[in-house]
């Protein structure tokens, strides 16, 4: 992420974190889905780390969901923080919120099971592709990597009104994650009647790399 690009999306966050968790589920799709298959394909993450976790939606779920585990959240914006820090005061020592771009080992030396990009990684422009790199240096060696994301859209208008609100839709990130981990769930889904399509992907370590 440049400083730029970074700059840019702290201040897009400054009014929409006010706007954020009541607007948020009529089109991030699949947020809800990919956790409770989480509980399923890896059961009990002792480290759980959320790459751009904003205000914190997916920590307090994963917070309940795996009560033994503690959750890092990283996130360019103090806006979007100072909601999920309200959010997730009763979760106490279990949670530490860093405000930082994210970079192999900015979450600190420790490695984690579980990593979550929920509609960060498509934000990342540039950066994805070194964001996804990244990731396979901060999971343990069985770790999960799961991405809940905005996929792609045939309608050209859309795609651009996106991209003013930073995000890309390219059909770019589902390649890259397969060649980087071993897929163990993926599906790409349509909303609203296919005006755009979301992705959902779960993998692992390659099996040389493991
Ligand atoms: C659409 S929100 C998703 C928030 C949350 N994960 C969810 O599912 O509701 C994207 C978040 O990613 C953060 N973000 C974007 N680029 C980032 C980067 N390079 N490093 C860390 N966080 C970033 C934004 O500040 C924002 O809070």
New binding site residues.
């Given amino acids: ?1 440049s400083a730029a ?2 700059g840019q ?2 201040a897009y ?1 400054r009014f929409h974190s006010v706007i ?1 968790d009541a607007t ?1 589920w009529s089109f ?1 799709f699949g ?1 809800a889905g990919i956790l409770l298959e989480l509980a399923d394909l890896c059961p009990a993450p002792k480290r759980i780390l ?6 914190g ?2 920590l307090r779920v994963l917070g309940d969901q795996y009560p033994r585990a503690t959750m890092t959240g ?4 103090g806006d ?1 923080l100072r909601v999920a820090r309200n959010k997730l005061a009763g979760y106490g020592q279990r949670v530490s919120l860093i405000q ?3 970079a192999a080992g900015v979450a600190g030396p420790q490695k984690f099971d579980l990593v ?5 990684l498509s ?2 422009n540039p ?1 994805w592709e070194e ?1 996804i790199a990244a990731v396979a240096e901060d999971l343990t060696p069985d770790g999960v990597v799961a991405v ?1 994301d905005f996929h792609a859209s045939r309608l050209g208008w859309f795609r651009r009104w996106m991209g003013v609100n ?2 890309r839709m390219e059909g770019h990130l589902l390649p890259r994650l397969r060649q980087k981990f071993s897929p163990r769930r993926e599906r790409i889904c349509s909303a609203y009647g296919g005006a755009w399509q979301y992705l959902m992907f779960v993998g692992g370590r390659p099996a040389a790399a493991a």
Avoid: Q, W
């Fill in positions: 992420m690009g970074g999306i702290t966050y954020y948020r991030l947020r959320e790459v751009g976790c904003g205000t939606r997916n990283i996130d360019l914006s979007m930082k771009p994210y979550l990009f929920s509609y960060s934000m990342f950066g964001a809940v930073h995000v």
